[in-house]
């Protein structure tokens, strides 16, 4: 069984104002008894947030970590530096970071790796752009995203990735996958970890990302291969971020 996965990612948004009313908010709210609840804000704010989250059941992440842990890369931060603040997740290969701040794969591969020697867990981002799912070539894409970094890593480690399938032209765009065609992109990578090891393919957890939002959440959660979301802009509200987790309940 795998337990459900609702992550917010407030890319460059946020405030301390809005990390202490989430802080407020989830202090008191009454939520599914499994389920893990993770807040992504800018870096600035994870030590507010650390603070702000203590009596919540909200966990911590990170955008992007740097692949190295320490040294002379000027702008940058480590997963060790996120330990410190206790920070458990980190997103890797965001499409954002692909397209604006030209990540490859073999860039995403190295932070994936330097996420796990510090023990965080990683959420591979992967998807498709429009141009690509219009070629039909959206399964080689996403898979060739996803095997660039399962296919070198050791079986122990592949345990711990967690796989958010965002396709490109769902982001930030209101239009969302619809469930069939979220799970059957989703059916597909499970089906691709069977490849390494079965036990692997039933307990990866994917997440979908693109337009998630409280209207939409809970039927793209009961699709078999979707246990949980990577939402954008509904992860701002309160109470939107706290419907889509009722969802996933
Ligand atoms: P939206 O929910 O705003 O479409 O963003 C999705 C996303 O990119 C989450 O990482």
């Known amino acids: 069984m795998r337990t459900p996965l609702i992550a917010g990612n407030w890319k460059m948004n946020g405030s301390t104002a809005l990390i202490e009313a989430f802080g407020s908010a989830f202090a008191s709210a009454t939520l599914p008894a499994h389920i893990d609840i993770v807040v992504i804000p800018p870096f600035l704010y994870l030590d507010a947030a650390r603070h702000a989250f203590k009596n919540t059941p909200l966990q911590l992440g990170a955008q992007t970590l740097n692949p190295q842990h320490s040294g002379a ?77 399962m296919a070198r890593l050791e079986p122990a480690q ?61 039927e793209l959660l009961a699709q078999p291969d979707i246990d949980g979301g990577l939402v954008g802009g509904a992860s701002l509200k309160t109470n939107d971020f706290y419907a889509i987790c009722q969802s996933a309940g």
């Open 73 to 149: 890369h000027t702008g940058e931060i480590s997963g060790r530096m996120l330990k410190e603040f206790e920070v458990g997740y980190v997103l890797v290969g965001h499409s954002e970071r692909r397209k604006l701040y030209r990540e490859t794969d073999e860039q995403v591969f190295d932070r994936l790796v330097a996420a796990l020697d510090v023990g965080l867990t990683p959420i591979l981002c992967v998807g498709e752009t429009l141009e690509e799912r219009d070629a039909g070539s959206t399964m080689q894409v996403v898979l060739r995203q996803v095997g660039h970094v």
């Open 158 to 218: 592949r345990l711990q990735v967690v796989i958010a399938y965002e396709p490109v032209w769902a982001i930030g765009t209101g239009r969302t996958a619809t469930p069939e065609q979220a799970q059957e992109v989703m059916a597909g990578i499970r089906a691709y970890q069977a490849g390494f090891d079965t036990s692997l393919a039933e307990q990866l957890k994917l997440l979908y990302g693109g337009s998630m939002n409280a209207s939409n959440a809970a």
